[in-house]
């Protein structure tokens, strides 16, 4: 599943060359890939035609300002978003979504497991707005509370490191309204949006706590390291353009594989030395997570 730091790559890389260029035509391949629409020609109508205004994110979702005011939304959930020169580059299987530009190129949303979604919202009436997530609005700047109330289907979407300034006095407030442990905290996209086993393990190792510590249990001093970890390795991760393992080849849309893997340190480690005490890395498995952490550095 793709991170926030992956998704915000994605969205970086795009920017740079969709703003500005007009949307001729879209296709698609399996329909409820464009749910909330009725319809593949209603997701069509909404977006060809209109040109890009700007690359925005919020969570995993990347979003794109259109020159009516509308934003088309794109979620690769577990699949890949890749940009091609022209049509005539052969497209990957599970190819579900087309979207080619009035210059040459394509952007193509690859998805495999069918967890990708694709629709465009519309801007809202003057005085309309969504109700947003309890957590977000703790939120006191940055460009994520806007996007929440300008699309509906994203209201309740949880904090976002980047795109939601939180200081770590609110963020004391979640932690201690939750009894539940601090990974299952981390990656409830309720709550925080865009981690998953991956940024929530390395924040947890960074901030020397416990996976399974309740969260509402921490000393203010552990959720200032908390809140410190939270911002750094997430900013930390976009800076080195996300993580590619072997058997998860991750890369942005134009086939560069990202570097953050090079710096983990503990995620998908088991058996191998802690960096810190040289303490061998376990791995615990449930239902909804693989958690990997350091016995002695996160006791």
């Given at each position: 599943m793709n991170e926030l730091p992956e998704v915000e790559t994605m969205r970086s890389v795009l920017s740079r060359d969709l703003v500005g260029r007009q949307v001729k035509l879209a296709t698609i391949t399996v329909g409820k890939l464009v749910k909330p629409h009725k319809s593949a020609k209603e997701f069509r109508t909404a977006l060809e035609g209109h040109a890009i205004k700007e690359a925005q994110r919020l969570g995993r979702n990347l979003i794109f300002l259109l020159d009516n005011g509308h934003r088309l939304v794109l979620n690769p959930g577990s699949g890949q978003i890749l940009m091609a020169a022209t049509a005539k580059v052969t497209k990957p299987k599970f190819t579900q979504l087309v979207i080619s530009f009035d210059k040459v190129g394509e952007l193509r949303l690859v998805d495999p497991k069918g967890d990708a979604r694709a629709f465009?919202?519309?801007?809202?009436?003057?005085?309309?707005?969504?109700?947003?997530?309890?957590?977000a609005r703790l939120s006191v700047g940055g460009d994520g509370l806007a996007l929440r109330k300008t699309i509906s289907e994203l209201a309740d979407v949880g904090i976002d490191a980047i795109e939601d300034q939180i200081g770590w006095d609110r963020f004391a407030?979640?932690?201690?309204?939750?009894?539940?442990?601090?990974?299952?905290?981390?990656?409830?996209?309720?709550?925080?949006?865009?981690?998953?086993?991956?940024?929530?393990?390395?924040?947890?190792?960074?901030?020397?706590?416990?996976?399974?510590?309740s969260a509402e249990g921490l000393t203010t001093i552990e959720i200032r390291r908390l809140h410190r970890s939270f911002l750094e390795i997430v900013a930390d991760a976009i800076k080195h353009e996300g993580t590619a393992f072997e058997d998860a080849p991750w890369t942005d849309p134009y086939g560069k594989s990202g570097s953050y893997q090079k710096?983990?340190?503990?995620?998908?480690?088991?058996?191998?030395?802690?960096?810190?005490?040289?303490?061998?890395?376990?791995?615990?498995?449930?239902?909804?997570?693989?958690?990997?952490?350091?016995?002695?550095?996160?006791?």
């Open positions: 465009v919202a519309k801007a809202p009436a003057e005085g309309e707005g969504e109700e947003i997530s309890k957590f407030a979640v932690m201690r309204s939750r009894t539940t442990p601090l990974v299952e905290v981390l990656t409830d996209e309720r709550i925080f949006t865009g981690l998953g086993d991956i940024y929530a393990d390395e924040i947890l190792f960074s901030a020397g706590l416990h996976p399974n510590r710096f983990i340190q503990v995620y998908k480690r088991e058996g191998l030395p802690c960096s810190q005490c040289r303490a061998p890395i376990t791995r615990v498995s449930t239902k909804t997570h693989d958690t990997y952490f350091c016995e002695k550095c996160q006791a």
